[in-house]
């Protein structure tokens, strides 16, 4: 079973940038699809991304499609979402999810980590 960690969230103006990362233990990293998801105050978790096992290819819900990247560097186990243009509206708690099975760009991930709060100050 693979475990998640996030780092590199925090505080930042709106237009300004963050890259967050996740690294996986425990498990083949290479064989999981890892996505990016996000949850607000008050709302429900939202998918924010995707990338696939080893093609890297990539998907994106349309309000970050432009302004968001996910890459994954399968040597160190670790996936980043770049996300640079930040608005108010992409406060949230990050978190990364992995799955084994199943396309990466359908969400239903199994394992998942504990989050990190990012705040986009206007």
């Known amino acids: 079973q693979v475990q998640l960690v996030e780092s590199g969230g925090g505080l930042v103006q709106a237009g300004g940038s963050l890259r967050l990362s996740c690294v996986a233990s425990?498990?083949?990293?290479?064989?999981?699809?890892m996505g990016w998801f996000r949850q607000a105050p008050g709302k429900e978790r939202e998918f924010v991304g995707a990338i696939t096992r080893r093609s890297g290819g990539t998907y994106y819900t349309e309000s970050v499609k432009g302004r968001f990247t996910i890459s994954r560097d399968n040597a160190k186990n670790t996936v980043y979402l770049q996300m640079n243009s930040l608005k108010p509206e992409d406060t949230a708690v990050y978190y990364c999810a992995a799955k084994l099975f199943g396309l990466a760009s359908v969400a239903n991930y199994d394992y998942w980590g504990q989050g990190t709060q990012v705040t986009v100050s206007s």
């Open positions: 425990g498990g083949t990293f290479s064989s999981y699809a």
